[in-house]
């Protein structure tokens, strides 16, 4: 339990009360932020999802302790919100993987990052919660069997293949950290988890879990009713591989034989059941050379942020139905950064306003130089890569694409702010938008600070940027 913090008042763990609802039963109670919630009908409290679940019986006695943690107050509810607001949604430490996976991106992450983007968690309370994948590895039988009968649906698990002993050659479980061996086995899980939708992935290495044993893995998840879909992602790499299994990136050709091989599966799935069930990652397609898939065909984006389907959805319907103008009022120079995958996309939709008198407008395509040049997905371009390839001064507005940022804030992967590259780079720095035609809106008429981050990484979303896990 790395995180959980444990209480002078022997309880195992506690949650952190953040903010506590004006007028609840809780401020009513004298219970306030700082605060700890120990037990709920008498029981100790693991996680959020236990919190709710207690709740959910309508009658329910809560106690929290106060910041020095010695008098414990008690408080009732019947059917209210209490008015907690916690820390975090897990109160017993997240539970971390028991694997050593070939493909790890945080084995091969450099040194420098906050602490937790290096946290190996496997959390099926947080796939259940925020849609993150897991490997089901680590799972007790009293994991399990919680699953069922909370019915945590769906969970979003990582598969790989469904060779069992290609799996375990890939991704290579401690035998230590694994509590229960039965849930090694991938095809046993997902048949005990009939009743749970899952969404799975596999993250694909060029000759280990392709070609046939590919075919072979999505054959077997089409027959389960239970699997929703399947995401296909290529392997993550960085230049710090230090001591790991050599693994290569999909070359162009790989990719393409990647494309044609999953879309004739996905094409004879939606003849038989009317889903194409198997979704490829956007990067098989720009680095094979291949038009996109149109938006229809992604099926309402389940997976979009493993990114499958990111730059149809940034793409939109086009730049929308406004003409362009043919003058800007005033001459802008403006910068587009983003990584190397995507920098012929957006230069190629942002073509059009080439025609614009006065607009001076460029793609700028960022070498991620934290991770290594093979790292070429915009959402891990850390602050410093700004700073060492955008001069101080050299244009008016700096536009950046919303995955770059942490959800909810204003900061990069190495914690640099935006504030503080606006100051160290002399101009405007601001998310360009959710899509193309927002992006285009901010480009024209300077709307720079209107679009918060749609999503952007977390541990989870790191990871998943990554392609692993
Ligand atoms: S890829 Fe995920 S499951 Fe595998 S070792 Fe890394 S953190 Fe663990």
Redesign the pocket.
């Known amino acids: 339990m790395p995180n959980a913090r444990r209480h002078p008042l022997d309880a195992p763990y506690v949650a952190t009360i953040r903010d506590v609802t004006p007028g609840s039963a809780a401020a009513k109670a004298g219970v306030g932020a700082g605060w700890s919630l120990v037990r709920v009908n008498g029981a100790w409290i693991p996680d959020v999802l236990a919190y709710r679940r207690e709740l959910a019986v309508g009658d329910a006695v809560l106690e929290a302790a106060g910041p020095d943690g010695d008098d414990i107050t008690s408080f009732s509810v019947s059917w209210e919100d209490p008015g907690l607001e916690f820390d975090d949604v897990i109160f017993d430490g997240l539970r971390l ?1 028991a ?3 070939d ?5 091969q992450m450099p040194q420098g990052f906050r602490k937790s983007l290096y946290v ?1 968690d ?1 959390d099926f309370r947080t796939s259940f919660l925020y849609g993150s994948f897991v ?1 089901l590895t680590n799972l007790t039988e009293g994991d399990v069997r919680r699953i069922i009968d909370e019915h945590l649906s769906p969970l979003y698990v ?1 598969v790989h293949t469904a060779d069992e002993d290609l799996r375990r050659d890939m ?1 290579k479980w401690w035998r230590s950290k694994v509590k229960d061996p039965a849930v090694t086995q991938i095809r046993d899980m997902i048949e005990r988890l009939e009743s749970i939708d899952i969404y799975t992935q596999v993250v694909a290495l060029p000759g280990r879990n392709d070609g046939d044993a590919l075919d072979a893995t999505l054959s077997y998840l089409a027959s389960r009713p239970n699997v929703q879909a399947v995401a296909v992602v290529p392997v993550g790499l960085t230049d710090h591989r230090i001591n790991l299994p050599d693994l290569s990136p999909y070359t162009a050709d790989e990719a393409a034989e990647m494309v044609d091989r999953v879309e004739a599966f996905a094409a004879e799935r939606l003849s038989e059941r009317g889903t194409r069930f198997v979704f490829l990652s956007d990067e098989f397609y720009l680095v094979a050379g291949r038009a996109l898939p149109d938006a229809a065909s992604y099926e309402g984006f389940v997976m979009l942020e493993n990114g499958v389907g990111m730059v149809r959805d940034f793409l939109g319907s086009g730049m929308g139905e406004r003409p362009l103008p043919t003058r800007l009022a005033a001459p802008k120079r403006v910068i587009c950064a983003t990584g190397a995958l995507f920098a012929p996309v957006l230069r190629e939709a942002l073509a059009p306003l080439a025609a614009v008198e006065g607009l001076d407008l460029e793609v700028r395509e960022l070498v991620n130089r934290s991770f290594g040049s093979v790292t070429t997905v915009a959402g891990l371009l850390a602050g410093r890569d700004l700073l060492t390839q955008i001069e101080p001064g050299e244009a008016d507005v700096l536009l950046l694409s919303p995955s770059m940022l942490k959800y909810g804030t204003e900061s990069f992967l190495d914690e640099r702010t935006l504030d503080e590259v606006r100051s160290a780079l002399r101009m405007e720095v601001a998310i360009g938008g959710r899509d193309l035609r927002e992006l285009v809106d901010t480009i024209l008429h300077a709307h720079v600070a209107a679009h918060a981050p749609q999503f952007g990484f977390s541990t989870h979303a790191v ?1 998943e940027a990554a392609r ?2």
């Open positions: 993987c694997n050593k996976c493909f790890c991106y945080i084995h190996m496997d490997t990582s991704m990871k692993q896990h």
